[in-house]
């Protein structure tokens, strides 16, 4: 069995990594850090060159996803395997799982609820939806 655990370090997705460890013990877990492409659309300063900033910043984003999953082999006793793809977050989970033969997908919820979830959008929402796979929401 293989278990996809999207990973960003936060407090939801170590959450996520530390369920999906002691639920499917003898499973490979798969960690992946999706890079957000519109983020570097967003953090690019005012007069800045879009293409060498999003070079930059894929780099810069890159770097800290290595450190990110790096510390996550501190949380579990278990090897994981852990990958890096860039893409719209759902997007990305979704297709990583069809293409990667995932058996379930293990991920925190943000929380958002009411307006701010309707305004901001859900990952976790998106990829209950259209996951080809079971999906588990941990708080």
Known sequence: ??????YDGSELAVSALEYASERYDDAEIVLLYVLDLVEAGYDAPP???????????????????ERILEASRSIVDADVESETVAGRPARAIVEYAEENEIDEIVLGSHGRDGVERILLGSVAETVVRRSPVPVTVVR
């Open 1 to 6: 069995m293989r278990v996809l655990v999207p």
């Open 47 to 65: 007069g800045a060159e879009l293409p060498v900033f999003r070079s930059e910043w894929y780099e810069d984003a890159a770097e800290k996803a």
